[in-house]
């Protein structure tokens, strides 16, 4: 896929002094691409081809090699998701203890499919592949935190919690 940046860039000028930051933070200047795709990631709820193409620019790579990147880690998204991106296992553990279940809870709960926003903007879910928190299996993230076993009381109050 052959992306060329656009003319204007999508990011404001405070945000591409912050990715120009990224490129002199580490010895070489590329060490500093995930923590850049992390702040657009977050600036954006999502990282787009025409913001992968001009981060591409800033840090003098191929678009080949950040759309890799940000196409690669869970934690990046190419789709908007809500202020509070709810993450559900569904690894062997968890799906063993309950996370299709859960699934249900979170579409019932948050009243929207898997990889939709709300309308209002607030929330959207996703399965995630293993997170390594089997001990508390089916493991829940919440805009990358883990907050522990997901139940569907614990769904409730993170709804309850955002109001």
């Not at 935190?145 to 409730?156: N, Q, Y």
């Amino acid at each position: 896929m052959t992306v060329k940046a656009p003319a204007k860039s999508p990011f404001t000028p405070e945000q591409e002094k912050t990715l120009v930051a990224w490129t002199k933070r580490y010895p070489f200047s590329n060490m500093g691409l995930v923590e850049a795709l992390r702040s657009v990631q977050e600036w954006n709820r999502q990282i787009l081809p025409e913001h992968a193409a001009r981060v591409a620019e800033i840090f003098a790579l191929p678009f080949s090699r950040v759309w890799g990147v940000a196409t690669f880690f869970p934690s990046f998204t190419q789709w908007k998701t809500g202020k509070h991106r709810v993450g559900l296992c569904h690894g062997l553990s968890c799906w063993m203890a309950g996370s299709t279940k859960m699934e249900t809870c979170l579409e019932k709960t948050l009243g929207v499919a898997e990889k939709t926003t709300t309308a209002d903007g607030k929330f959207s879910w996703e399965t995630m592949e293993c997170l390594g928190a089997c001990e508390q299996a089916p493991a829940l993230l919440v805009n990358d935190r883990l907050v522990g076993a997901a139940t569907e009381e614990s769904i409730k109050k993170l709804k309850e919690g955002a109001k």
